[in-house]
C-alpha cells in the first residue's frame, strides 16, 4: 500500500520561498504536485518522469519560480517555490503512480498525499 507524506508548508511573505517535500512508501516512475486552493478544483503544478534527472513538467503559472526534483534512492519528492505569490495560497498535495508523467489530469494518479498548507500573505 502507497503512503505519501507531504511536509514543508507554511506562511510566507510575497516573494519568500518554501520547499515542500513528499515521503512515498516505494518508487513509481511518474510523480506530481497539486495544488486546490478554497472554493476551487484541484490544479496540476508540476510533474516529474523517472530518475533524478528525469524529464520535469511545469504549469504556467509556476513555470520559472518552482522546480520539482527527486530522490530516486530515497524515494523523495521535492518541490522548490521561489519568488511566492498570494495566487500559491493553496493545500498542496503530492501525487503518484500515474502513467502518464507530466499529465495535468488528477485522476490519473491513484496514490495521494494528505496535503501541506501553504499560505502566502502580502
Known amino acids: 500500500q502507497m503512503q505519501l507524506v507531504e511536509s514543508g508548508g507554511g506562511s510566507v511573505q510575497v516573494g519568500g520561498s518554501l520547499t515542500l517535500s513528499c515521503g512515498a512508501s516505494?518508487?513509481?516512475?511518474?510523480m506530481g504536485w497539486f495544488r486546490q486552493a478554497p472554493g476551487k478544483g484541484r490544479e496540476w503544478v508540476s510533474g516529474i518522469a523517472g530518475g533524478d534527472d528525469g524529464p520535469t513538467y511545469y504549469a504556467d503559472s509556476v513555470k520559472g519560480r518552482f522546480t520539482i526534483s527527486r530522490d530516486g534512492l530515497k524515494n523523495t519528492l521535492t518541490l522548490q517555490m521561489n519568488n511566492l505569490k498570494p495566487e500559491d495560497t493553496a493545500m498542496y498535495y503530492c501525487a503518484a503512480g500515474s502513467s502518464r508523467c507530466g499529465t495535468r489530469e488528477s485522476a490519473d494518479f491513484p496514490y495521494w498525499g494528505q496535503g501541506t498548507q501553504v499560505t502566502v500573505s502580502s
Open positions: 516505494f518508487y513509481t516512475y511518474c
